[in-house]
């Protein structure tokens, strides 16, 4: 399988050690599936939990046994972050508060997180040489500038108005009330700083932009395995209101304009970025599909049909119901209108296209809700509240 392997120009591609912050997230779990089953590359993976690649790590009977050693650490303190980075050829950092109801409610974990606990691994990864692929976020972009133009402007028509381009778009944040924006902003911050680094001191670094990755494992069910006050990003949000047959919420009309890719697609792309140092040091990518654009309305209106096919449900009746930004995330809250990723970069330096149409990934990933979930809603739904 893997020594047959070449990179986009031709080599052959050597084994690495690499080491993953954050390995036991969402996008984590998916990146250390696909390193597991199709590279031969070593990940030493960190995380405060390991729930998501349980079975990654077990049983010692599994065909990659050895190659994946979880690292249970917070790097807030851990004094052994310095040495697992340099035991690695390469850093990827994921780890970051990034659930859009945590920006408002608690900025200061936020902007910690985002900006303060990733200056020492941007550190380490300068002062020993190692390359580092960094996970920022589309927020950077914030705000289109169509969004600021008269709502019947011909203007907002223009792509030159709204397609987000890493090299050349402004990035357009609202006041400092509008706390939405620590996430944006300590994002934006650190990725300043790597590109610093690498201008000044040589860091090799690529910088990734996902743009609404999605699937199976994404954030948690309330109640179920996790926080039942919890407010999770709305794939998770409306896949639990589905599964308790409630309906789903749409915050302030859910006239905000997103672009969804499909988990597996956009791993393909970091996994082009692993192997093609040359194409990729140095280098900001977006990665989305620009072609699954939607309101988050339309969002909400296909899940209901593709949850009704895969579950064997009838739609909901009265499937959604409008709140305010305000009732449903508190104060501060604000919105990016639209998203979508200009692909010119990642496609000359990576040749990468996402794949996947929206209701086909939301097929898949709603296949897996039900699966993973339906029972134990139905039990916690069953059971008599205490009096
Ligand atoms: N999923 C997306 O569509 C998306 C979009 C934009 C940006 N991103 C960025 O990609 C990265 C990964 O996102 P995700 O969706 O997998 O989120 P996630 O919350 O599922 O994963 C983040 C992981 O980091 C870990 N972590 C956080 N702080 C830590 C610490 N101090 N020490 C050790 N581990 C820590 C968490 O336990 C979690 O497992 C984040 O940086 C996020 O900002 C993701
Ligand atoms: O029940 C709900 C939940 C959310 N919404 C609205 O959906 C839009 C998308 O929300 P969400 O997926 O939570 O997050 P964002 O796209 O706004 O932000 C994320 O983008 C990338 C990332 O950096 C990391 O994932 C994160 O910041 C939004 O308009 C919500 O208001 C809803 O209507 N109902």
Redesign the pocket.
Same mark, same amino acid.
């Given at each position: 399988m893997a020594s047959s392997r070449v990179d986009l120009d031709g080599n052959p591609i050597k084994p690495i050690t690499i080491c993953m912050?954050?390995?036991?997230?969402?996008?984590?779990s998916h990146l250390c599936e696909k390193l597991m089953t199709e590279t031969p590359h070593t990940v030493l993976a @960190?995380?405060?939990?390991n729930d998501?690649i349980k079975h990654l790590l077990e049983p010692e009977t599994n065909p990659w046994h050895g190659r994946i050693n979880f690292h249970r @650490? /917070?790097?807030?303190h851990d004094s052994r972050l310095e040495g697992l980075i340099k035991m690695a050829d390469l850093t990827i /950092? @994921?780890?970051?508060?990034? $659930?859009p109801a945590d920006y408002n409610t608690r900025p200061l974990d936020t902007i910690y997180? /985002?900006f303060i606990?990733a200056l020492p691994v941007v550190k380490y990864c300068s002062e020993n040489n190692k390359r580092l692929i960094h996970?920022? $976020?589309?927020?950077v972009y914030g705000k289109t500038i169509g969004s600021f133009l008269p709502k019947d402007s011909p203007l907002r028509k223009d792509p030159a108005y709204y397609v987000l381009k890493e090299d050349e778009s402004p990035c357009i944040f609202g006041s400092i009330e509008k706390q939405r924006w620590s996430?944006a902003c300590a994002?934006q911050l650190i990725e300043r700083l790597i590109y610093a680094e690498g201008a000044e001191n040589g860091l090799e670094f690529t910088i990734?932009?996902?743009? /609404?990755?999605?699937g199976p494992r994404?954030?948690f069910i309330p109640g179920i395995d996790g926080p039942s006050e919890g407010v999770p990003?709305v794939l998770a949000c409306f896949s639990n209101n589905l599964l308790r047959k409630e309906p789903l919420k749409l915050v302030d009309g859910g006239q905000s304009q997103r672009t969804f890719v499909y988990i597996k697609d956009a791993i393909e792309a970091v996994l082009l970025m692993i192997e093609n140092p040359a194409r990729a040091n140095g280098h900001i990518f977006n990665v989305g599909n620009p072609n699954n654009e939607v309101t988050v309305r339309q969002l909400g209106e296909m899940m209901v049909k593709v949850y009704s096919k895969v579950s064997g449900d009838p739609p909901l009746e009265n499937a959604t119901v409008d709140v305010s930004s305000k009732e449903f995330y508190g104060e501060g809250y604000d919105d990016s209108d639209k998203r979508i990723p200009d692909m010119t970069i990642i496609n000359r330096q990576l040749g990468w296209n996402p794949k996947t149409s929206l209701w086909d990934l939301l097929e898949s990933t709603l296949t897996y809700q039900h699966r993973t979930y339906a029972e134990a809603i139905k039990k916690v739904i069953a059971k008599p509240v205490a009096s």
């Open positions: 912050i954050g390995a036991g997230g969402f996008i984590g @960190l995380d405060v939990y998501k @650490l /917070n790097i807030k /950092n @994921l780890a970051a508060i990034c $659930t997180s /985002n606990d996970f920022s $976020t589309c927020e996430y994002k990734v932009r996902p743009f /609404n990755w999605i994404m954030d990003r």
